[in-house]
């Protein structure tokens, strides 16, 4: 059905036909979890909490708890984020809390980690955090912190320990975690672009020109929810999606952009070529909030610069060949960018210590007198306009006692202080001529979409259809998939910048990063990121440990990750220094680099921790099980990750089956047992949940109890209406000007120039072997069919992978009943003239294969690929087999990565579109002469709803029983 076909009667019979679903599938949800309370009494609560049936989204439920048990989750319509909606994830996590093979007692193995029986044996809690301190405390004495490791997930916010608690525990920086594969990229190059983690989005301010690109929220609730993607994209004036493959909501869609995999910065470069001939760009933005004006002295060897900050710990003095007073003059300022004065006919400069102009006098109170309200239509009950300043220029009435007029085009001559005579130019000439290496007509060849597709595309984005606003159409939603071709950073970068000279940066609807609240920015993972001042920062000595540091530069910089690749390979080689110990808290080895290899490296470790809700591929190689919390049964802080600007709690509904210990208080008693202070009290080093929870947060002037009954009371709060005084920054747009960003409330980005940085200082700095990639750049996938054309006549598909499943989470919810019955089986999308060509139907197993590994997945012939080009599953495995490793390798499509090939500067690995082969799996070349994948042992997959094991994992434990 058209969109804009959609009548308001068609509407409502749609709405009505939905509801009727939505009732079914509720109403099963009560019967199901009431089945055996109804004998035992009325004690029914309802609870307002938020679910985490998924890691990237907070949906606002109501949970219905009969005698203390959870009986039916269902949407919060106060929850403006998720609009009201809950899905299949969200109602079928009454089967998570009560499956009958979750792991609720502590567990040491007693076998082989190579053993398909780890030979568990329950232990209590003193038994095994004694046993983790002695160990831990030998491996530190012995080789020092850096040899563990530690591993955590996306998905319960509160179990986020290797992202900050267990790095100050054990001194270790190697943190292996999939925020290098998913977000982190597009973070790393936001802030090294402009601010940290800009690459958000706020689309629940409904742009006016919606735009998805390398994502399909609709089916994942990533960043946003699928109810608010859908909503939003409805009422867009134009919506816009950049996919190769045809997406649910794509069809929809008044622009689709089917790019070839993994050419993304091409079509991102293209677009802004269009925009800047066409003068579709903001001036105003692009002249004083980028360092587009600052002169490039092109033969000149870089020189120090302006100071940035290192992301975790240290400064750093940029090295670059833009011009600064200092070049000029002996006794000249580093920290003074020059620009040529088209008024005065003169050099002039941006102070970079006062981040001011020549002559300008700022102040926020001044940034605020001028503006108005936002002018959104169509927003969600609850939420906000919020505030837009005035653009600022140059004039007196902007602070100027002088007026000037940075020159953006031109070339200018000027002496140095060596005497040397060069020619100079604005970064400005520089970056369009690298957009322009990317017109339509060249970037048609690389991304396959026809010039004048590229074109309409990019004029419909950039026109503004509102010009009185004062601002853009909307951001970009860019999302996981741009960061997989080890192009991720440039990337995002070039993502950045077309954002951010379209005038739709921190602009209502606009790329506006994480939400503030009166919580800093850390304490969006509630209690894994941050201790409560018990131990030191990490120091830069420690940082410059990180596994992989030696091969990839910028890490330097960033040093918040170690490379996986790196760490997996350190902990078989030992080489440059030994790894042999490790702690999960979540997390798996599925998600990055070769799993085959990941998996043989913890078969070697010493020792190794897993806190998990389930028996994993990874646990398989623990050595201690430890059993974790699910949502219903914690109390957490939950505000918007990402731009949506909403502020709720995960308020405790029931009790905690069994002896499971939430991710909270095992942080606190893992530090309690090494004998570390969590907390900086030296009379009470290690707090107790509720006393923790209060301290979290104190700073909204009200205690935990008081937070969540007014939660209860009156539902999520929109932070746009948050006090400022309580650091709540999100009512205001354009906070760039008004000194929000910057942790010295000085104007400007988060860069050591203090502009969105399309001439990046930092990346001349810490990558000088490149210089193209100062401005944002392209390059293809290493392995694709332009870099690598000898191995198409071997492997002549390009193999595309993560694809979005609704009722799955990456690797979660495979055992989950309803999750399961529904999607029982990974799937291959292949265009049916490549299945008419390899003999494929609908249906089939069919093997894929290339010189790294080899799986199985069903093939799902699809119209809306591009022939030639096939599209996989991620993170696969079966919880039904009982073998070491739980079948991962029979159809985890991560066994065909490479491990070599990874991201220049952030060493992200290569997971989409590298070659592969395919060909139809039958009795004859499938072990057991069965094509359906098989356990150890001949036993099939679960691979329809009909499996009767389905039935016994719906068999819900209710009482905590072993």
């Known amino acids: 059905m ?83 909606n809950c899905c299949a994830k969200s109602q079928s996590s009454i089967q998570a809390a009560y499956h009958p093979d979750r792991v609720l007692y502590p567990l040491k193995r007693t076998n082989p980690k190579d053993a398909d029986d780890p030979g568990w044996v329950r232990i209590s809690w003193d038994e095994a955090y004694a046993t983790m301190a002695e160990k831990y405390g030998e491996i530190m004495d012995k080789f020092g912190g850096e040899a563990i490791m530690m591993m955590s997930g996306t998905s319960r ?23 290098q594969v998913c977000k982190g990229p597009r973070h790393f190059a936001t802030l090294m672009n402009s601010a940290y983690a800009f690459s958000w989005q706020a689309t629940v301010d409904q742009p006016e020109v919606m735009v998805r690109w390398g994502g399909s929220t609709e089916m994942s609730n990533y960043d946003d929810s699928c109810r608010q993607t859908v909503d939003m994209a409805m009422y867009a004036d134009k919506f816009i999606t950049v996919d190769p493959r045809l997406t649910n909501l794509g069809k929809e869609s008044d ?62 003095q940029t090295q670059t060949r833009l011009l600064k007073e200092s070049d000029l003059v002996a006794d000249g300022s580093p920290l003074k960018m020059m620009c040529w004065d088209k008024i005065g006919n003169r050099l002039t400069y941006f102070d970079t210590e006062t981040m ?19 002018q959104q239509k169509h927003l969600f009950p609850g939420v906000a306009q919020g505030w837009v300043p005035d653009q600022t220029g140059f004039t007196q009435a902007d602070g100027f006692a002088v007026e000037i007029d940075p020159a953006l085009e031109g070339s200018f001559e000027v002496t140095l202080a060596d005497g040397s005579v060069h020619t100079v130019r604005p970064v400005w000439e520089h970056f369009k001529e690298r957009c322009a290496q990317y017109a339509p007509d060249k970037a048609a060849a690389i991304t396959h979409i026809p010039a004048e597709q590229i074109e309409e595309a990019a004029t419909t984005y950039a026109t503004r ?84 540091i030696d091969k990839f530069p910028v890490l330097n910089w960033w040093q918040y990750w170690a490379d996986a690749n790196a760490t997996y390979e350190q902990m078989q080689t030992h080489d440059p220094y030994p790894i042999v110990a490790g702690i999960a808290q979540s997390g798996d080895f599925m998600n990055m680099a070769n799993s085959l290899y990941n998996w043989e490296s913890f078969k070697g470790l010493d020792f190794f921790v897993c806190i998990d809700f389930w028996h994993t591929p990874l646990s398989d190689r623990a050595d201690l099980l430890l059993p974790c919390a699910h949502w219903l049964e914690i109390n957490a802080t939950r505000p918007s990750q990402g731009s949506s600007g909403g502020m709720g709690y995960n308020v405790q509904c029931v009790e905690r089956p069994g002896e499971v210990e939430y991710d909270l208080n095992f942080d606190i008693n893992l530090y309690k047992a090494m004998g570390v202070p969590f907390s900086a009290d030296p009379d009470n080093p290690w707090p107790t949940e509720a006393e923790y929870c209060d301290w979290y947060v104190q700073a909204s002037g009200k205690t935990w109890k008081e937070l969540t ?37 000085k104007p400007g980005m988060q860069t050591p120039t203090g502009k969105m940085e399309l001439w990046n200082t930092t990346m001349e700095t810490f990558f000088p072997e490149n210089p193209d990639d100062i401005l944002p750049n392209y390059a293809e996938a290493p392995l694709s069919r332009t870099e690598r054309p000898e191995l198409e006549e071997e492997y002549p598909l390009i193999c595309n992978t993560g694809r979005r499943i609704p009722v799955y989470f990456h690797s979660e919810h495979r055992q989950l009943p309803w999750c399961r019955e529904q ?56 919880p039904e087999l009982n073998q070491s490793g739980h079948g991962f390798e029979l159809s985890g499509v991560n066994c065909l990565v490479s491990r070599d090939l990874r991201d220049r500067h952030s060493a992200t690995s290569y997971l989409r579109a590298y070659p592969v082969k395919i060909y139809k799996a039958t009795a004859e070349n499938s072990p057991f002469g069965n094509p359906c994948p098989c356990g150890n042992d001949g036993t099939e997959i679960i691979h329809d709803a009909t499996d009767p094991r389905l039935k016994e994992w719906a068999k819900l434990n209710f009482e905590g029983e072993e």
């Not at 003068?279 to 490039?296: E, G, I, N, R, S």
């Not at 002559?359 to 108005?372: C, F, P, Q, Y």
């Not at 009156?714 to 747009?733: I, L």
């Open 157 to 179: 916010c509160w179990c986020m320990g290797a992202y900050g608690v267990f790095p100050l525990l054990f001194r270790s920086p190697n943190r292996v975690t999939p925020y």
């Open 823 to 878: 999607w029982p089986v990974p799937r291959m999308e292949i265009h049916p003239s490549d299945a008419e060509k390899y003999g494929i139907e609908q249906g089939d197993w069919v093997w894929i294969e290339n010189e790294n590994g080899k799986i199985r997945q069903v093939a799902d012939i699809y119209a809306g690929i591009e022939p030639g080009v096939i599209n996989c599953e991620h993170q696969w495995w079966y």
């Open 356 to 374: 001011q102009w020549e002559g300008e006098t700022w102040s926020a109170e001044a940034g605020l007198v001028r503006g108005k309200e936002a």
């Open 2 to 84: 058209n969109r804009r076909a959609l009548s308001r009667r068609s509407f409502m019979k749609l709405s009505a036909a939905t509801a009727v679903v939505a009732g079914l599938s509720t109403n099963a949800t009560v019967a199901f979890a009431e089945a055996d309370a109804g004998a035992q009494g009325s004690d029914i609560k309802r609870i307002r909490t938020c679910c985490r049936g998924c890691g990237k989204m907070e949906c606002g439920v109501w949970v219905t708890v009969e005698n203390g048990r959870a009986v039916k989750v269902e949407g919060d319509t106060s929850c403006f984020t998720s609009g009201g």
């Open 255 to 316: 622009i689709w952009q089917p790019l070839y995999p993994q050419t993304d910065g091409a079509l991102a470069l293209s677009w802004m070529h269009v925009i800047i001939e066409k003068d579709l760009w903001d001036h105003q933005f692009v002249q004083k909030w980028t360092d587009a004006p600052f002169l490039v002295v092109e033969d000149m060897e870089p020189t120090p610069g302006p100071f940035g900050a290192k992301f975790q710990a240290g400064v750093f």
């Open 709 to 745: 009954d007014d939660f209860q009371a009156n539902g999520w709060t929109d932070c746009k209406t948050m006090d400022p005084a309580y650091g709540g920054t999100w009512g205001f747009y354009r906070r760039y000007q008004l000194g929000m960003l910057r942790p010295d409330m």
């Open 465 to 548: 259809l509102r010009p009185e606003t004062g601002y853009g159409n909307g951001g970009i939603g860019y999302m996981l998939a741009i960061e997989h071709g080890c192009n991720a950073i440039q990337n995002s970068r070039a993502l950045d910048c077309l954002v951010g000279i379209t005038g739709n940066w921190d602009t209502p609807a606009g790329n506006r990063g994480g939400t503030t609240s009166f919580l800093t920015a850390p304490q969006v993972n509630f209690g894994g990121n941050i201790n409560m001042g018990g131990t030191e920062p990490l120091d830069e000595a420690t940082l410059a440990k990180l596994a992989g």
